[in-house]
């Protein structure tokens, strides 16, 4: 699938709080069956191997060597951290940090909220109002330090998870967010520019 070029229509509409979306393949068979078997069964090897591909994008994207930044994973509540066994997106971003050289402060980030599954939400609506006031930042002056920061996550279908972490750091200072995903839904490509 291609690492494309455009624009959804909603970013268009009503530009979101973050800088660019890009994934390394739109959400779409076979690569929707693969990250929810890395998800859901643990499947490291797979997350491993999509991690490598959104890796590669990376350290390919003009702006990464010049810019610099940090690495933050969408965080997981401690409850569903616990039942899960792990963070997809703290594994996506180990593997950036390592790959790209950029600090992961993923732990500069917190899910102090146990909401409901985002895929249980029936709309986008309903994602927005269960995420208000989910998440807050750590020790905000060392992330608006930063020249830019990759919040990370597994995939993008709304952009209600990123949005509101990318308000919480916009608040902070951050000048610059950049969301990299392993897959982005609702589009036939995988970046969005905005």
């Not at 069964?41 to 490598?52: K, Q, V």
């Not at 950029?102 to 269960?130: C, G, W, Y």
């Not at 905000?140 to 509101?164: K, N, Y």
Request: glycine fraction near 6%; proline fraction near 5%; charge should be positive.
């Amino acid at each position: 699938m291609p690492f494309g070029f455009s624009q959804c229509q909603r970013c268009q509409d009503s530009p979101p709080p973050f800088d660019v979306c890009r994934g390394a393949f739109a959400y779409l068979p076979p690569i929707d069956r693969l990250i929810s078997d890395f998800k859901f069964n643990e499947r490291m090897d797979i997350g491993a191997a999509l991690s490598e591909q959104l890796a590669v994008q990376l350290n390919a994207s003009t702006s990464s060597r010049r810019k610099g930044g940090a690495i933050i994973a969408v965080p997981l509540h401690p409850r569903r951290l616990l039942k899960r066994g792990f963070n997809q997106a703290g594994e996506i971003a180990k593997k950036l940090s390592r790959r790209t050289g950029f600090a992961n402060l993923s732990h500069l980030v917190i899910r102090q909220k146990n909401t409901t599954p985002q895929t249980e939400m029936k709309d986008a609506v309903e994602r927005r109002k269960n995420l208000v006031g989910a998440f807050i930042l750590k020790k905000a002056q060392l992330l608006a330090a930063q020249p830019r920061i990759i919040l990370v996550d597994d995939v993008v279908t709304t952009g209600a998870t990123v949005s509101e972490i990318s308000k919480n750091l916009r608040a902070a200072g951050v000048a610059r967010i950049e969301v990299w995903c392993l897959a982005r839904a609702g589009i036939e490509h995988a970046r969005i520019d905005t």
